[in-house]
């Protein structure tokens, strides 16, 4: 598929001609082919390879991403990016320590000159959340697949992401594991296959915190740190030490919380059990507690009811990690992160999937092989833009209903509340210029 700007294609099909001692190749200047490039010695070759550019390389960017593509033969680093430049040098030394010592990657603190590179094929993005959706979105309009962190920010940026990966035809895959285990997996199975009778109702619960306010005054920024370039398209405030690099998170500004955070594992396993990954709830409420005056402002208690068009509800609890799906036959769930399944008879746990029944796709490998396998077939990814925007907007809504105090009618097809004009400006949020999407 042709993509409007896109021009990584070119670069492997000269290789592919070039391997096959094509004669329509012509350069201004000499071209070298190495045997390596070609696929000698059993290496991959370049043409069918994915060159990477990494945008974040904090501790979940180097030690999920970045050592996964790394582990990924046909996978090709060639940017380095952070707003840190500590964390490129460890992402740098990882680099080197798998790919030799003499592994030559660009290094920079701009991600925009990483997108800006004729020769990368794809962007792993691994930022703070508030960068997810402007960066994915210039990524895939300079021609780049996109494989980035989840969640969203807001409902109105899930959407632009979604609208833009259709528009230019981009591969794109929210990033997350849940699809790759075979218990996630399995529930969503069974549940769809009827094995406890018709859905009826979802419990899913996760982590709270955090358990304390955190210190909002300012620091004096680290001289290794771009904090202009931290913060982007969210409101300026001065550095402070609780936020960067890990605890971002708690507040508002760059994150939903661990609702958000979390939701965006167990969310999506209840919503493709429900069969409901591409829609959402038409009704939501819920309750919460934050901490007042200080520098984290997301809930750290929450209890949330969504319900959906097809009568089931979802309660969506703090306190934990935990999936229960209760059906007019039965139920099935587990009680903790990647527990054994447990449910109400040996008849469910021991159940097999017939071949004529629903089987839903996995590819153990994980998202990263499954993004690379799709960059090269222009399939969807197994967590493609509108199943992940979809699965973020319920963590999203749970949020605009504990800051209104009220139930709330939402339109799942327009997107939009009913009647209700003040839930439905807390759908987007101002950028700081020059940053838009």
């Known amino acids: 598929m042709n993509r409007p700007t896109e021009r990584s294609p070119d670069r492997r099909e000269f290789l592919k001609r070039a391997a096959a ?32 550019g990494f945008i974040g390389v904090g501790g979940h960017g180097i030690a999920r991403n970045l050592r996964t593509f790394l582990a990924q033969a046909d996978a090709q680093p060639v940017a380095l990016c952070d707003v840190d430049t500590r964390q490129i040098a460890k992402a740098l030394e990882v680099v080197r320590k798998q790919r030799g010592e003499s592994f030559s990657c660009q290094t920079t603190q701009d991600w925009r000159e990483v997108i800006a590179r004729s020769d990368v094929d794809a962007v792993m993005i691994s930022t703070a959340d508030h960068w997810h959706v402007p960066m994915s979105v210039a990524a895939i309009r300079a021609g780049k697949d996109v494989i980035c962190e ?3 920010l807001t409902i109105a940026g899930g959407r632009a992401l979604v609208d833009t990966v259709k528009r230019y035809g981009a591969v794109f895959q929210m990033s997350t594991e849940d699809r790759s285990i075979p218990i996630y997996h399995r529930m969503a199975e069974l549940v769809r296959n009827g094995r406890i009778g018709k859905l009826q109702k979802i419990y899913v619960q996760l982590p709270g915190g955090p358990g304390n306010p955190g210190d909002p005054k300012p620091k004096p920024v680290p001289k290794e740190l771009d904090w202009e370039m931290w913060l982007g398209p969210a409101p300026w405030k001065p550095y402070r030490a609780g936020l960067h690099r890990s605890h971002w998170r708690w507040n508002r500004d760059y994150s939903g919380g661990n609702l958000a955070d979390w939701g965006g594992h167990q969310l999506d396993t209840a919503q493709r059990a429900n069969d409901t990954e591409r829609t959402g709830p038409v009704e939501v409420e819920g309750t919460g507690k934050r901490h007042a005056g200080g520098l984290y402002d997301t809930y750290y208690e929450y209890h949330i009811i969504c319900r959906y068009a097809n009568g089931v509800e979802m309660h969506i609890d703090s306190g934990g990690t935990g999936l229960k799906f209760e059906g007019s036959e039965g139920w099935l769930g587990n009680s903790g992160w990647c527990k054994p399944i447990e449910a109400s008879s040996k008849k469910i746990l021991g159940s097999v999937i017939g071949p004529e029944e629903l089987h ?10 499954n993004f690379l396998d799709c960059v090269k077939s222009r399939r969807d990814p197994y967590f493609p833009a509108e199943t992940g925007h979809r699965c973020c907007s319920v963590a999203h809504l749970g949020n605009i209903a504990m800051d209104l105090g009220r139930k709330l009618r939402w339109n799942p097809d327009t997107e939009e509340f009913a009647d209700d ?9 101002a950028m700081r210029q020059p940053w838009r999407i």
């Open 21 to 52: 001692g094509g004669s329509t190749v012509v350069a201004a200047a000499p071209y070298l082919i190495t045997s390596t490039a070609l696929g000698a010695a059993g290496a991959v070759p370049a043409s069918d390879r994915i060159t990477v």
């Open 150 to 152: 989840k969640p969203t």
């Open 360 to 369: 839903l796709f996995i590819c153990p490998q994980g998202e990263h092989r």
């Open 421 to 429: 004009a003040e839930a439905n400006r807390l759908r987007s949020r």
